[in-house]
C-alpha cells in the first residue's frame, strides 16, 4: 500500500516525496521513502520514535540535505521560493519566550512579507481565530504549553502558506485546543491546501486525516486513505452465542481468539471463513451476536509495525520522536 512515485513528466498535485534517502553516519534514517501529500487533503505521518517523521520534514524544508531521491512541489523540484509558501511548525519550537505574543507574531509576519499594518491585522486575525485574543500583550513563558502551541500554528498560518507541514502540532493540548486545531486544518484543507502532520495519536489521526502514511525504521509500511487500510486489515468478529467458553475455536486451523469481554469472543481470521466460525459457533448454543469488526487505525498500527520484527518497531507510541 506505499504511494507509487509519479510518473516523470506528470504533475503531481501538491507535494510530493519520491525515493528520499538520507543516512546519518552509519544509520540508514531514510530507505526508498515515497509518498505524496494530494491538494486539499489531511495527511497524518505517524511512526515510532526515530522512524524518520521529523528528518522527512527537515528534507522538504531544506534544512537537512538529503542523499538521494526527490522532493517536488506540483510536479516541480522544491526551491527555496516554494518553501517560503510553507506554513512549518518544527516540533523543537523556535519562538522568542520574552516577547509578547501579539508583537512577536506582528514581527514574524514582516518577515515572510507582510507591510508593518499587513502583518499586524494578520496577527490579530489569527489571535483571534486561534483563542489567543486575551493573551496578546502576554510575554510568550507566560502561556501555558497549549496556548504557545496556539501562538506556533498562528506564526505558521501568517504568510498564508500553499502547504501545512505541522510536526507534533497536538503535543500538549487539551481538548478544547484540540477542537480548534483540528477544525484550522479542516479550514485549510478546504481551501485547496495540502496539510502533513505527524502524531502519536492515532485516534485523533483517524478521525481527522484523509490519508495516513506509516514509517518505521525509515520505510514507508502502509499509505493509503484511512477506510481503505482498515478495511485491509485482519479479518475480525464478535461473536456471541448461549455456551461459548474459552478455547471453542482451537479446532478451526487459521483462527486466534483475541479477547472475551461482556459474553462475548472476538476472533482474527482469514478471509472466507464466516460460515464456518457461524457454524462452530452454533454448535455451543444459540447466536447471540455475529458482527464484523474493523480495526481501529491503534490495531492497524500495531499490526503493521510490530509485525516486523526490527528493533526500531517497538509496540510503545511516545510523545517525542527522536529522529
Given at each position: 500500500m506505499s504511494a507509487a512515485a509519479t510518473a516523470p513528466g506528470t504533475a503531481a498535485p501538491g507535494l510530493e516525496i519520491d525515493g528520499v534517502d538520507k543516512a546519518f553516519g552509519e544509520k540508514r534514517a531514510l530507505d526508498g521513502v515515497s509518498f505524496t501529500v494530494p491538494a486539499g487533503r489531511i495527511v497524518g505521518f505517524v511512526g515510532n520514535n526515530g522512524a524518520g517523521k521529523s528528518t522527512t520534514m527537515r528534507i522538504v524544508m531544506g534544512l537537512t540535505a538529503l542523499d538521494g531521491g526527490a522532493v517536488r512541489w506540483d510536479g516541480r523540484p522544491l526551491d527555496s521560493a516554494a518553501r517560503r509558501r510553507i506554513g512549518y511548525m518544527p516540533e523543537e519550537r523556535g519562538l522568542y519566550p520574552r516577547m509578547r505574543v501579539l508583537e512577536q507574531l506582528a514581527y514574524l509576519g514582516r518577515l515572510s512579507g507582510h507591510s508593518p499594518a499587513g502583518a499586524a491585522a494578520a496577527a490579530r486575525r489569527w489571535a483571534d481565530r486561534l483563542g489567543l485574543a486575551g493573551a496578546g500583550r502576554a510575554r510568550l513563558s507566560e502561556l501555558s504549553l497549549g496556548n504557545q502551541q496556539r501562538v506556533q500554528l498562528a506564526a505558521a498560518l501568517l504568510h498564508d502558506p500553499l502547504l501545512l507541514l505541522l510536526d507534533e502540532p497536538f503535543s500538549g493540548l487539551d481538548p478544547s485546543a484540540v477542537g480548534v486545531m483540528s477544525e484550522v486544518l479542516r479550514e485549510q484543507a478546504a481551501r485547496g491546501r495540502p496539510v502533513l502532520f505527524s502524531?502519536?495519536?492515532?485516534?485523533?489521526?483517524?478521525?481527522?486525516?484523509?490519508?495516513?502514511?506509516?514509517?518505521?525504521?525509515?520505510?514507508?509500511?502502509?499509505?493509503?486513505?484511512?477506510?481503505?487500510?482498515?478495511?485491509?486489515?485482519?479479518v475480525r468478529y464478535r461473536i456471541a452465542a448461549d455456551g461459548l467458553r474459552p478455547g471453542w475455536a482451537g479446532g478451526l486451523p487459521g483462527v486466534t481468539e483475541l479477547e472475551w469481554r461482556d459474553g462475548g469472543c472476538v476472533v482474527e481470521t482469514g478471509p472466507a471463513r464466516d460460515q464456518e466460525l457461524l457454524a462452530a459457533a452454533g454448535k455451543a448454543g444459540p447466536l447471540r451476536e455475529f458482527t464484523p469488526v474493523r480495526p481501529s487505525l491503534t490495531d492497524l498500527y500495531r499490526d503493521v509495525v510490530d509485525g516486523l520484527g526490527n528493533d526500531e518497531a517497538s509496540d510503545k507510541v511516545s510523545d517525542d520522536d527522536a529522529d
Open positions: 502524531s502519536h495519536q492515532l485516534d485523533l489521526v483517524e478521525r481527522l486525516c484523509d490519508q495516513v502514511v506509516i514509517i518505521s525504521a525509515g520505510r514507508i509500511v502502509a499509505d493509503g486513505p484511512v477506510a481503505e487500510l482498515r478495511s485491509g486489515g485482519p
